[in-house]
């Protein structure tokens, strides 16, 4: 019980500031607290690549877990994944699925609130969705990271795709979470399994790890 209460004053937080966020600058990188958009654009081309390595599947059905305003859907459907992804977005922000529902009119059905896959994926992905953190508990906010992570695990059925922001020690600084990457990795196989990471190309103390379940 009490971690439920602790998530959903966390999640509490987030959401305020995102809707904030959005009235203030837009559906654009800013609108999500991304620096530009070329750092957003080279996290969906690592994760999507990685994704794409690892499937053995034509057809990938992926979930977008944080899609914000759906610019990854507008990624994949302007670049070469677009014949090889099947695509779903979710997002706990109401105004964020709205700005989806908005900007995607004939594909509505793709975006729904909630914090993971309605049914089995192959895969869930995780872009940028625990960067932004509210809180000082860098304890708390691992566990939130970890509980989500958690509960996209059993609805992917090939594994967990994610980047984060990593430091020589986790902090949270200006309001944006610093995970280790050796000891995010050690946690997540310890957890789930055998746990990768590669830093992401072009966006510098960006990591992508790759939590497989084969």
Same mark, same amino acid.
């Given at each position: 019980m009490f971690?439920?209460?602790? %998530?959903?004053?966390?999640?509490?937080?987030?959401?305020?500031?995102?809707?904030?966020?959005?009235?203030?600058?837009?559906?654009?990188? =800013?609108?999500? %607290?991304?620096?530009?958009?070329?750092?957003?654009?080279?996290? %969906? =081309?690592?994760l999507?690549?990685?994704?794409? =390595?690892?499937?053995?599947?034509?057809?990938?059905?992926?979930?977008?877990? *944080?899609? *914000?305003?759906g610019a990854m859907l507008s990624f994949i459907e302007h670049s070469n994944y677009s014949d090889n992804i099947l695509y779903e977005g979710v997002d706990i922000?109401?105004?964020?699925?709205?700005?989806?529902?908005?900007? %995607?009119?004939?594909k509505r059905h793709l975006f729904r609130i909630g914090r993971n896959a309605q049914a089995e994926v192959d895969f869930s992905l995780f872009s940028g969705t625990f960067n932004l953190c509210l809180s000082n508990n860098i304890s708390a906010w691992e566990k939130y990271i970890f509980g989500n992570l958690e509960s996209s695990w059993k609805k992917s059925r090939y594994g967990l795709v994610l980047n984060l922001l990593c430091d020589d020690k986790p902090n949270i600084r200006n309001q944006i979470y610093y995970a280790n990457r050796r000891t995010f990795i050690a946690r997540a196989t310890k957890l789930f399994g055998p746990t990768h990471a590669i830093s992401t190309p072009n966006v510098s103390s960006d990591v992508s790890f790759i939590i497989n379940k084969q």
């Open positions: 971690r439920h209460i602790s %998530f959903a004053a966390l999640e509490y937080s987030i959401n305020r500031a995102y809707q904030s966020r959005l009235r203030q600058r837009g559906n654009n990188p =800013e609108g999500v %607290f991304w620096r530009n958009s070329s750092s957003q654009l080279a996290r %969906f =081309e690592t999507l690549s990685i994704t794409k =390595e690892l499937s053995p599947k034509i057809k990938t059905r992926i979930a977008d877990i *944080g899609c *914000g305003y922000n109401r105004d964020m699925v709205k700005a989806c529902w908005s900007k %995607f009119p004939d």
